[in-house]
């Protein structure tokens, strides 16, 4: 079903990345802001600000909140064994035993997620997310069903794939807590990386990312990557360049890029969000009032929500 389209007037969607968003709170709010048991709340109080910000700076007509059922999935790492491999806890299950991996997180941080989880229902605040992808697949999915603009508001650079003019899908990339956010276009793209948003995932999986243990090909950096792509317009054009002996390809180049074919064989699936995502069906309206008030009371004072939750509730009233 497409997304973005109510009553026949077009609705901008918005689209946050969760978890990169309560770990920029967790990180930038003091851990001394906590419930009225000692419990640290920072993630939580700091998520809610952030929605505020957001909502109050621009005006979506709808919201998801893009969960992580999987933040690891089982189908990348047989791709790509060293898929984010340095960033599984110790007492994660061993592979090939059937279990999920664990994702190493601050032991504060943890018990925050489920909160977060609560207040969002409570509030009639939609989330989505779907076993066996990530929230960056859950939002290239409601991306590409949309039928109108889209803003993701994400502090992972991955996600600089789904921008697209025509479309009207922009990032939202936060530079300083959400007070502060590079508004990602394709003329922010061309200009920080030489790519559009429909070739910034061949720029990444050439160049490759280590906090995501993406290897990428040996030699190749970003400037080098955009002038391939540049030159031969795509993985594709690039490859069918390594097998043409009259093409400028440095012999180096060409040798490197030819060593990396089993890697280049397989990146794309992993580095390119998914746009087919089995998606839970939502009503993504941004709530004016709370789904539950009792619900959402009892959460505020368990937790001590405070001005945090205030603010958030005033800016979805007005």
């Known amino acids: 079903m497409p997304y ?15 978890a990169s968003l309560y770990f920029r709170a967790y990180y930038g709010v003091p851990d001394s802001v906590r419930a009225p048991d000692g419990t640290p ?3 939580v109080r700091g998520l809610l600000d952030f929605i505020a910000r957001l909502v109050q700076d621009h005006r979506p ?13 089982r189908w990348r790492v047989e791709l790509i064994p060293s898929y984010k491999a340095h ?9 090939g035993t059937g279990g999920s991996d664990v994702e190493e997180v601050p032991d504060t941080l943890s018990p925050q997620v489920p909160v ?18 990530e929230a960056d697949d859950v939002i290239g999915t409601f991306t590409a069903r949309a039928t109108g603009p889209v803003d993701i508001v994400t502090g992972d650079r991955d996600l600089y794939q789904l921008v ?20 990602t276009d394709e003329a922010v793209l061309r200009e920080k990386y030489g790519v559009s948003g429909a070739r910034y995932a061949d720029l990444a999986l050439l160049r490759g990312d280590p906090s995501d243990g993406l290897p990428g090909v040996p030699g190749i950096g970003e400037k080098t990557a955009a002038k391939l792509l540049d030159s031969y317009g795509d993985l594709a054009g690039i490859l069918a360049a390594v097998d043409d002996p009259h093409t400028r390809l440095t012999p180096s ?32 309206t941004l709530p004016k009032a709370p789904r539950d008030p009792e619900a959402l009371d009892a959460l505020a004072r368990r937790w001590g929500l405070g001005g945090s939750l205030a603010r958030l509730l005033s800016t979805l009233t007005r």
């Open 4 to 18: 973005g389209i109510i009553g026949g007037v077009t609705r901008r969607l918005m689209l946050l990345d969760t």
């Open 164 to 183: 697209d003019d025509a479309r009207g899908v922009r990032v939202l990339y936060p530079v300083k807590g959400v007070g502060t956010l590079q508004l």
């Open 61 to 73: 007509d709808a919201l998801v909140a893009c969960m992580d059922a999987d933040w690891r999935p």
């Open 253 to 284: 180049q060409r040798g490197r890029l030819a060593e990396a074919r089993p890697y280049l064989a397989v990146a794309p699936r992993v580095v390119r969000v998914a746009s087919d995502v089995p998606l839970p069906a939502v009503d993504s």
């Open 116 to 133: 977060i989880e609560d207040v969002l229902d409570a509030l009639g605040i939609a989330r989505a997310g779907v076993p066996d992808y």
């Open 41 to 43: 709340v920072n993630a």
């Open 87 to 95: 960033r599984v806890a110790e007492e994660a299950p061993a592979a």
